[in-house]
């Protein structure tokens, strides 16, 4: 008695899937058997009461009622309903907490600091400076280009040397040679890198002196990768992993920085527990804890900021700390603006001891 039994059959399914999705979106329980989908009481007592069946549930239901008519789902239930449905939430605001653990450089295996390839030549570390001093060279995949200013090939889409675009160059594997377009005309296929081998030394040597680098300030350890996954296995200039190099940062498969920020719905803290003084909280505009009284001892509790995070600063956290990423970060891309792109610095850090930071 009291129960709500749809017919679900072999035949039926199709034509009630609609009524069984429903009511897994509303959250009604509900037993499958093998011909009929049943909800029982009292689940199906609250169901139909919310569309005017306050007392027994009839052996058959229809609804005199064009659905069609209203554009709201919840203006349609109150027309059948007899008593008022109230909407759950109106509208609803989110809000990110963070907190101060898990958050650390997002590093690829090995923690390359370039996406240039080393091939075996850069050994078990894949290491830049091993290929450099050890072979001169390495082997693999690459995307071949042509400087017309400079009549050389290079591997970079600028060249090196005089800055300029290059033009791509194509090959067909089935043929094993250049081809002047980007498909074949036998083949119909084309590809724009080929295997071989390049001459590492000479990309090494012109990224440093394009860094304004002394040999003696080049890292001891570069980090490359074995080869690149790409369709056209593209690889960036590796002045760039040089400088990450420099900077102790290492870059993901895209060629972006990135650092992970777990987060848990953290809503208030204690000064003296962020490690932060009272006049730093109050410059960042926590003048009263969560009580409305004046901010003045370190143990009182002040209520987050929306949108404000912690970040781990100190030796305890166990990974890199924040503060010196994000510094090393700023002057890794003022290093890259003024001497790869000879451009003006941008960010100008010269403290070693923020509290925070200003996220754009």
């Known amino acids: 008695e009291n129960k709500i039994i749809l017919p679900y059959g072999k035949l039926d399914m199709e034509r009630f899937s609609v009524g069984k999705r429903a009511l897994e979106i509303l959250g009604v329980p509900h037993e499958v058997f093998i011909e009929n989908v049943i909800v029982d009481n009292p689940d199906s007592r609250a169901l139909l009461s919310n569309l005017g069946f306050l007392n027994n549930i009839p052996s058959e239901i229809n609804f005199d009622f064009d659905f069609k008519s209203e554009n709201e789902v919840l203006k349609a239930v109150n027309k059948l309903s007899k008593f008022k449905i109230s909407d759950?939430?109106?509208?609803?605001?989110?809000a990110r907490m963070g907190r101060p653990e898990k958050a650390k450089l997002r590093k690829l295996i090995g923690s390359p600091n370039t996406l240039f390839v080393?091939?075996?030549?850069?050994?078990?570390?894949?290491?830049?400076?091993?290929?450099?001093?050890?072979?001169?060279?390495?082997?693999?995949?690459?995307?071949?280009?042509?400087?017309?200013?400079?009549n050389k090939e290079t591997i970079y889409n600028v060249c090196e040397s005089c800055l300029q675009k290059t033009i791509k160059k194509?090959?067909?594997?089935?043929?094993?040679?250049e081809i002047n377009s980007e498909k074949c005309s036998i083949h119909g296929i084309g590809e724009r890198f080929k295997s071989g081998k390049i001459d590492i030394k000479y990309y090494f040597e012109s990224a440093r002196e394009k860094l304004k680098l002394?040999?003696?300030?080049?890292p001891e350890l570069i980090?490359?990768?074995?080869?690149?996954?790409?369709?056209?296995?593209?690889?960036?200039?590796?002045?760039?992993?040089i400088l990450r190099a420099k900077y102790n940062l290492c870059v993901n498969k895209d060629g972006t920085i990135r650092y992970d920020m777990t987060e848990i719905p953290i809503s208030h803290f204690k000064p003296k527990e962020?490690?932060?003084?009272?006049?730093?909280?109050?410059?960042?505009?926590?003048?009263?804890d969560c009580y409305s009284n004046e901010l003045t001892s370190e143990d009182q509790i002040l209520e987050l900021k929306p949108h404000d995070i912690f970040l781990p600063c100190n030796s305890l956290s166990g990974d890199e700390k924040a503060d010196e990423v994000f510094i090393n970060i700023c002057?890794?891309?003022?290093?890259?603006l003024e001497n790869f792109y000879h451009l003006p610095r941008f960010f100008n850090i010269k403290k070693t001891n923020l509290f925070h930071f200003h996220l754009q």
Do not use: Q, W
Request: charged residues 30%; proline residues 1%; aromatic residues 10%.
């Open 274 to 288: 962020v490690e932060v003084s009272i006049e730093k909280l109050k410059e960042l505009g926590y003048t009263h």
């Open 118 to 150: 080393v091939g075996d030549e850069g050994g078990r570390l894949r290491s830049v400076n091993e290929a450099v001093n050890n072979f001169g060279y390495v082997t693999g995949d690459f995307p071949f280009n042509y400087c017309e200013k400079c």
């Open 88 to 94: 759950k939430v109106g509208e609803f605001i989110g």
């Open 170 to 177: 194509y090959y067909c594997k089935l043929c094993s040679k």
């Open 214 to 218: 002394l040999k003696n300030d080049i």
């Open 223 to 241: 980090k490359g990768v074995r080869g690149t996954s790409s369709e056209n296995h593209d690889l960036e200039n590796l002045a760039k992993g």
């Open 331 to 336: 002057n890794f891309m003022d290093d890259l």
